[in-house]
């Protein structure tokens, strides 16, 4: 069963650093997703990617969030400045094109101290 | 505009109990995809089903087994003789063309 890889699973930053968390889509999806869920929250949609660009993004996404896709294999979420409140899961999801498949990978821990 | 709705927050019961996990779902979209996951301690998002709006051929897999009526719009989820292994949060979620909508989830603890 394909998979959706994230890398780490656990980063700890501090405040006011930059962070980027790391994702491997599944090879033959297209669409490309970030979803955050703060600690005993639902899990919110930050930002969806297709054809190197920002096909969707919500209100969390604001501009200390980046996103990018650098070598063809890779997803990449950058947060500039980190904060507390950045604290939370964070998934990478892939789709086929349409409304195919869809995976979650499972997830990278960051904490903000 | 998509939205999810579950519910029951927490749910409590004792081994070998069955329960249902209740979800109502909003959607504008004609074609769409329903999802649970389970989400234990650890805290990654483990799937377990995914269903298209044209098939509302209920679902049995083990233990588990999904109801879905679309005049409802509702997808619930029912866990036979429950394990203490079940114990999780339990997240329905909704995919229109794009994004999946989560709803808030249900923690679920089976108590031995």
């Known amino acids: 069963e394909p998979e959706v890889t994230q890398t780490p699973s656990h980063q700890v930053t501090q405040m006011g650093q930059e962070v980027i968390l790391r994702c491997v889509p599944i090879s033959n999806h297209l669409y490309f997703y970030w979803y955050r869920q703060i600690l005993g929250q639902k899990v919110e949609f930050l930002v969806s990617f297709y054809n190197n660009e920002i096909s969707e993004k919500s209100e969390i996404f604001d501009d200390q969030f980046s996103v990018e896709r650098p070598d063809g294999s890779n997803f990449t979420l950058k947060i500039r400045s980190t904060k507390l409140e950045d604290s939370a899961m964070y998934f990478c999801?892939?789709?086929?094109?349409?409304?195919?498949?869809?995976?979650f990978g499972s997830g990278t821990r960051l904490t903000v101290v | 505009a998509q939205k999810v709705t579950q519910a029951q927050t927490e749910i409590s019961v004792v081994e070998k109990e069955d329960v249902t996990l209740d979800c109502v779902y909003e959607?504008?979209?004609?074609?769409?995809?329903l999802f649970w996951y389970k989400q234990p301690p650890s805290g990654e998002l483990v799937f377990l089903i995914r269903r298209n709006s044209f098939d509302e051929q209920n679902e049995i897999s083990g233990r588990y087994s999904w109801n879905f009526q679309k005049s409802t719009s509702s997808f619930n989820f029912t866990i036979t003789a429950s394990q203490v292994v079940d114990s999780a949060v339990y997240f329905c979620?909704?995919?229109?063309?794009?994004?999946?909508?989560f709803g808030i989830g249900t923690k679920l603890q089976v108590i031995p």
């Open positions: 959607t504008r979209d004609t074609t769409y995809y």
């Open positions: 999801a892939s789709s086929e094109i349409g409304q195919g498949l869809y995976t």
């Open positions: 979620a909704l995919r229109g063309y794009q994004k999946v909508t």
